[in-house]
């Protein structure tokens, strides 16, 4: 299977502090890969470095197979990488409408069937388009997120921990979002996810991080209960 974006012994640090610590990935197109670890592992970290918000000491990112090392993160973003950072990220002051809006704006689009998509995976922001981004619940901010991202189009879906503080009807509903986006088939998803059941229900292929490395990768169905116990449970 070819993929859609590989790290290769990604080194980063933060202050002066190791951050990770040689990170090689691999992550197959058309896929929902899974990045999990305890707190504090460098999972957030190995996203940002691939969307270029943190610099990396060492290592390559290849995405469709082409380097992203030393590009600005908008460049990223444009050659198709979608980011849905924890805290979701939206406008508050701003409509549900004009939110979704923003991402075709700055890249001078207009849409015109896309919204169709949107709605058909998030029905409640078609019901929501004239409230302002920070009346919605957290869940809703959350679908609003992602809705926004996949405007842009992009050939990499990346999540960052989108169950968080969640309640679990709309956990819910972007599990099923995903799904429909897997099975599209036009773009991978990289999902970092602490929620285990989610990982394992969604998940093609997963790596676990340990101190800023990988210490497990493969296929969803190799995630053992004793591979679980070693490095997920607290």
Do not use: W
Not at 25 to 43: A, D, Y
Not at 117 to 128: A, D, K, T, V
Not at 187 to 207: K, P
Request: charged share 25%; net charge positive; hydrophobic share 40%.
């Amino acid at each position: 299977m070819s993929h859609v974006l590989e790290l290769k012994r990604i080194e980063a640090a933060i202050g002066g502090s190791r951050i990770l610590r040689g990170v090689s990935l691999v992550i197959p197109e058309k896929s929902v890969f899974c990045l999990m670890g305890r707190n504090g592992v460098g999972k957030t970290s190995t996203l940002r470095a691939i969307t270029g918000l943190l610099p990396t000491q060492d290592g390559t990112i290849d995405f469709l197979s082409q380097p992203l090392n030393g590009l600005r993160p908008e460049t990223r973003a444009q050659r198709g990488l979608g980011f849905v950072p924890q805290g979701r990220d939206i406008f508050p002051h701003l409509t549900v409408e004009e939110n979704l809006h923003i991402g075709a704006i700055a890249r001078g689009k207009k849409l015109k069937g896309e919204l169709d998509r949107i709605f058909s995976l998030f029905p409640i922001l078609q019901e929501f388009l004239p409230r302002k981004g920070g009346m919605l619940s957290g869940g809703q901010q959350q679908q609003l997120a992602i809705g926004r991202a996949l405007l842009t189009k992009p050939k990499l879906l990346i999540l960052d921990e989108p169950t968080e503080g969640i309640q679990p009807n709309i956990i819910d509903q972007i599990g099923e979002a995903i799904k429909m986006l897997r099975a599209e088939g036009r773009m991978s998803i990289l999902l970092v996810e602490q929620y285990l059941d989610f990982c394992r229900e969604l998940g093609d292929t997963y790596a676990i991080l340990e101190r800023g490395t990988v210490a497990s990768a493969g296929p969803m169905t190799a995630l053992t209960d004793e591979i679980v116990k070693k490095f997920l449970t607290v």
